[in-house]
């Protein structure tokens, strides 16, 4: 996020840049219509992690609790990375996916609308 000061020699040092999580880096992660989760869910995983590993273990803990994450069709879900559509290597890490710190990640999953189809 850009910062306007007021003063031209104004230097504000930045508190959760990516030196400060000893080797890991913020990914944001969304399930569009499944507002159970109101905003995106912050986490800090490894830039080196496989995108597989991501979809495999970090979502399942981030989102399982939704009774329609084990119905997921995951060959069917879309994914976005900062709000433009792209096609994830689940074997490429994350940072090889463009996923760098404070990325924001989404998923829709096109046959799942969240419950009862209102999109909770």
Known sequence: MSVKAIRPDYHGDMKDS??????????????????MYAT?????????MPFGAL?????????????Q???IDWARVRWL???QPFEPDADA???DN??????????????LAGLYGVGF
């Open 98 to 111: 463009g996923l760098a710190h404070k990325s924001v990640l989404r998923f829709r999953t096109p046959e």
């Open 69 to 71: 994450f084990a119905q």
């Open 18 to 35: 990516v030196d400060k999580f000893h080797g890991q880096q913020l990914l944001a992660i969304g399930w569009d219509q499944h507002l």
């Open 55 to 67: 979809v495999g273990q970090v979502l399942p803990a981030l989102f399982g609790q939704h009774p």
């Open 93 to 95: 890490s994350l940072a």
């Open 40 to 48: 995106p869910l912050c986490v800090p995983v490894p830039p080196q």
């Open 81 to 83: 990375r900062a709000g």
